[in-house]
């Protein structure tokens, strides 16, 4: 696992805050670190640390955890910040409160993107090993029964499309709304490997456990959000397959979403999105030229009317 080779640790670990959208606000680990500065107020007590680093100021927080009879093993507890801005000063402020009193057993510098790919990785990891619900009740169905060859060759004919006439996916890619990974698949079979969001943790943990979404690519987020993990203009493009369902009554939401896709794509980046229906490509095609993105919409109906209907193609127009 990235994290332990980061941090050279061969105990078990332990990230306090329950996934990775929750690094953000690290509002649970605000409260653990201010627990035990209370308690070091009243109790001498002695703990085994690490300190991390981005080179400048404490980003981590690392503390042992010996074994007892209600959890018979050794392991670390870790504390971040690598990802939030609003609470940044208050866990340093805490963590080097500790730290002070706790001479570190090492200190280790991280670069906050080694951190991030890390905590991308553990979380997918933690949700595939179930461990994000108390009481997981969905099974794992059958690949056969989740990824279906007709969603997966239309996909196909409508890139090779776009291909035949010099449009093309490259770079690094960012899909929106990939649930369970069907049109990754194809993604993956012409050489993309994006960075996967999905809001729903179910059909990312079906993703993760048939081998289709990568654990070291893949987040549980919301798409309203993608600056706030992202920084701007990272991304050479922003894709989205069979989006929606989009009505009038929530396409704020998916202005949102594409506002914040286009925070994050760089200038000329490519902007592709389907969707089944005509009144949906009609909001979403609205929503991009709102925010000032070039393109046209394609016709792509068949006679099945089902898949990828129609298409946004754009691009990021620098300002």
């Known amino acids: 696992m990235i994290l332990d080779d980061l941090l050279g640790i061969e105990e078990e670990i332990y990230l306090v805050e329950p996934g990775f959208y929750s690094q953000k606000t690290i509002m649970t680990t605000i409260s653990y670190l201010k627990d035990i500065r209370d308690v070091m107020k009243e109790n001498d ?14 980003t981590g927080l690392a503390i042992f955890n010996e074994r007892t009879e209600q959890v018979p093993i ?33 200190v280790i510098e991280v670069a ?4 991030n790919d890390a905590l991308i990785e553990y979380y997918s990891l933690l949700l595939v090993n179930r461990e994000t619900c108390d009481e997981c009740t969905t099974p794992l169905e059958s690949y056969g029964s989740t990824y279906t060859n007709a969603r997966i060759n239309r996909l196909s004919d409508l890139l ?15 899909e929106i709304c990939c649930g369970n990974g069907m049109s990754t698949i194809v993604l993956h079979e012409r050489g993309i490997y994006p960075t996967t969001i ?12 048939h081998g289709v979404l990568d654990p070291k690519k893949s987040i549980v987020m919301d798409a309203t959000a993608l600056s706030s ?26 202005a949102r979403m594409m506002f914040e896709s286009a925070k994050v794509a760089k200038d000329g980046a490519l902007m592709l999105f389907t969707v089944n229906g005509k009144s949906e490509m009609d909001i979403l095609e609205s929503a991009l030229r709102m925010i000032g993105i070039e393109g046209e919409v394609m016709d792509n109906t068949d006679e099945f009317g ?4 129609w298409a946004f193609i754009g691009r990021k127009v620098k300002k």
């Open 160 to 174: 090779e499309k776009l291909a035949q006439k010099g449009i093309s996916i490259d770079g690094d890619v960012l």
């Open 198 to 209: 999905e809001y729903e943790k179910c059909t990312v943990c079906q993703g993760l456990m």
């Open 45 to 58: 007590i002695n703990l085994r640390t690490i300190r991390i680093t981005d080179g400048t100021k404490t």
């Open 306 to 309: 089902i898949y990828d209907q």
């Open 74 to 106: 050794d392991f670390w507890s870790i504390f971040l910040s690598s990802i939030t801005n609003q609470s940044a000063d208050e866990f340093e402020s805490l963590a080097n409160l500790i730290l002070d009193k706790n001479q570190p057993d090492r």
């Open 112 to 115: 906050n993107d080694s951190m």
């Open 229 to 254: 993990f992202f920084k701007p203009e990272r991304f050479d493009g922003v894709v989205g397959f069979m989006l929606g369902t989009i009505y009038e009554f929530n396409k704020d939401m998916w």
